[in-house]
């Protein structure tokens, strides 16, 4: 993360029996947990469509169909005692392999951190569990996220 800097990433939404995909990650500074879902960095000369579908071939090693702009939320946040500012594009996409939603949960790549990665219930979100962006969930309620 670099302080004092805009950076423009892409999150993918795959939602499934009421279930988003997810990684668990965690705030060693204020320990907390949170989930957001998978993506990362749009590279210089590189258009965010193709940026999602590079990110989960990285991430989960997936084929990615159905690729749809949902559109934007900005994230102005606090990681690991340092300021983050965010403009994020979501992506809502279908697995190519129906396998990835028979999982329950794995292990994802992250530049070569390995993320433990689930199908976690929008009502965990709503009961209390931290989802990031913290705009998202609202989000999610007001658009139509599907594939």
């Known amino acids: 993360m670099n302080e004092g800097r805009i950076r423009t990433i892409v999150l993918g939404i795959f939602l499934h029996e009421d279930r988003l995909l997810v990684f668990r990650g965690e ?5 907390v947990v949170f989930y957001r879902p998978l993506g990362g960095g749009i590279e210089f000369g ?3 469509a193709d940026a999602f579908v590079r990110e989960m071939r990285e991430e989960l090693g ?6 749809r702009y ?3 939320i900005e994230n102005i946040f606090t990681h690991a005692g340092k300021r983050g500012h965010e403009y994020v594009l979501l992506y809502a996409a279908r697995f190519a392999d129906p396998a ?13 951190l390995l993320i433990p990665v689930l199908w976690k ?3 965990d979100f709503r009961d209390g569990d931290l989802l990031v962006p913290r705009e998202l969930l609202t989000f999610l309620d007001e658009h139509d996220c599907s594939a």
């Open 27 to 31: 705030d060693p500074a204020r320990d």
């Open 46 to 48: 590189e258009r965010s």
């Open 100 to 112: 990835f939603y028979a999982r329950q949960a794995w292990t994802g790549d992250d530049n070569g």
């Open 62 to 67: 997936a084929e990615v169909t159905d690729v």
């Open 70 to 72: 949902l559109g934007m």
């Open 121 to 123: 219930p929008l009502a």
